[in-house]
């Protein structure tokens, strides 16, 4: 048995191999221009405390602090690194495409581009869309809430660990109608498996959004709202794609028409009680 999977192991291990080389590559470069970046990541918070400045009147205007010895190096370095995958990503992207394209047929071998390119694509849009539309009103609620009574003094790693995770939470967020076209493509899933996934998907969804955003209801109505978006659009990639052939709604329509018969004779015998 382990004969059969080593192949598989080794391609594996090549495949993260580049991967990973590609990564600390990018890390050099990004950690090269560091500073822009950080300038970059730090202005929804620099706008919230100008914010703070204009609504406060007893209470000073609020700082970025750091609370470590070497705190700006360490900074640098989630900086770095965080700039690194959004760099190293499409070369991510193939190494994945290229580990499961042995089991693919030849026209979705070809499909490399579009995967890589699109995967690109929607993750730079979710952190477009999170850097513009969501940290403002998240960062300008959570910041100046209470800024009249207490000075907020904003640690940066703490700030950087919380602005990549939102980033990083959106971003993978938007690939979600890339993923399904591809996995619609490869006969994994059809529309009927999504529409029938819905309901659970909304709760998956608002778990998510609450535990990616800040506390407030806001921001995470601000996520949950696309993602459902993003999961209907999904539904109608997958339907022109891969769609659930009329076997499967007919036996749908069946079994929910069994499930009626079993219903209505209860409700009538209770009635006639």
Not at 46 to 75: P, R
């Amino acid at each position: 048995m382990f004969d059969d999977i080593r192949p598989h192991l080794v391609e594996l291990r090549k495949r993260l191999g580049i991967s990973f080389a590609s990564l600390i590559v990018m890390f050099f470069v990004m950690f090269y221009f560091h500073e822009p970046i950080l300038n970059w990541m730090v202005e929804p918070l620099n706008q919230a405390l100008i914010e703070v400045g204009k609504k406060s009147v007893h209470a000073a205007d609020g700082m970025v602090t750091t609370s470590q010895v070497g705190g700006a190096f360490f900074v640098a370095l989630k900086v770095s690194f965080f700039a690194a995958i959004m760099g190293a990503l499409p070369i991510i992207l193939s190494q994945i495409w290229a580990f499961i394209a042995p089991g693919l047929y030849a026209n979705e071998k070809k499909m490399v581009i579009p995967f890589v390119v699109g995967g690109t694509t929607m993750f730079a849009v979710g952190v477009l869309f999170a850097y513009y539309v969501v940290t403002p009103f998240g960062f300008n609620f959570l910041i100046t809430f209470g800024s009249f009574k207490f000075t907020p003094l904003i640690n940066i790693e703490d700030y950087v660990g919380f602005f990549t995770k939102i980033m990083f939470g959106f971003g993978l967020a938007f690939e979600l109608p890339i993923f399904a076209y591809f996995l619609a493509l490869l006969g994994l899933i059809n529309d009927r498996n999504m529409i029938e996934f819905f309901k659970y998907a909304i709760v998956i969804i608002f778990i998510v959004a609450a535990l990616l955003t800040p506390p407030d209801v806001l921001t995470q109505l601000l996520m949950a709202g696309p993602l459902i978006i993003l999961y209907g659009l999904s539904i109608l990639i997958v339907k022109v794609v891969n769609p659930a052939s009329q076997e499967e709604n007919d036996e749908e329509d069946d079994e929910e028409e069994d499930e009626l018969a079993k219903v209505l004779p209860l409700a009538s015998s209770d009635a006639d009680k």
